[in-house]
């Protein structure tokens, strides 16, 4: 960040910033940097503006506790725009809303995260309950078998047009094959690396 070459004269002082989740992508909102903004926002980490209605600085979240915990900043091609990524603390905009442009900010794919968690708790901390951890209990040779069986099941009800029986065997093989991951100790990771590989090899 100590290289960031921004032209803060062309614009009188105030360069605009978008703001983007770090995880999801998604717009949240646009303010306005001086020198002295950007400068604070690098060394708290905490993304704060200079408010043209109230001429100061502002940090986002200093009364209302929803800061924007800054990931990475990059500037334009002209030197007067930035681009910050960071992780929301709760909704940005003062109305509520995800996002100042009233977008809901939820990426379903980060469940995917979250339930990899889940099976990686089931499999360090099993109990008697837990479906998951019983997989693991009965080992590698089973966890392998129901993920061919979900397979089976899949390729069944894809001759069919039931979408809803379609979906319901996707998601089994969805979840035994995050299963059989963590039985193996592999991450999910590693295996979307050699797609990117592959993806990168034949273009």
């Given at each position: ?14 360069v ?62 002209d ?19 995800d996002?100042?442009?009233f ?12 339930l ?47 979408k ?5 065997e996707?998601a ?17 990771d ?12 034949k273009?």
């Amino acid at each position: 960040m100590d290289s960031l070459k921004i032209d803060f004269q062309k614009v009188n002082g105030l360069v605009p910033a978008i703001i983007q989740d770090q995880n999801t992508n998604k717009v949240l909102m646009l303010g306005y940097m001086n020198q002295e903004a950007l400068d604070k926002t690098i060394s708290t980490k905490k993304v704060t503006f200079f408010s043209r209605t109230k001429q100061r600085l502002w940090t986002k979240g200093e009364t209302s506790g929803n800061f924007l915990e800054m990931t990475s900043i990059k500037v334009d091609c002209d030197h007067d725009t930035l681009l910050i990524k960071a992780n929301p603390i709760g909704p940005v905009c003062h109305t509520g809303a995800d996002t100042c442009f009233f977008e809901e900010n939820k990426s379903k794919t980060l469940f995917i995260d979250e339930l990899r968690a889940i099976i990686k708790d089931r499999k360090n901390n099993p109990n008697d309950t837990s479906y998951t951890a019983s997989l693991f209990a009965k080992g590698i040779n089973k966890v392998a078998q129901k993920v061919g069986e979900e397979a089976v099941e899949i390729v069944i009800e894809a001759k069919d047009d039931n979408k809803d029986l379609f979906m319901g065997e996707a998601a089994d093989l969805l979840f035994h094959y995050l299963v059989l991951l963590e039985a193996k100790g592999y991450e999910l990771d590693e295996v979307i690396n050699v797609l990117i590989e592959r993806h990168q090899k034949k273009s």
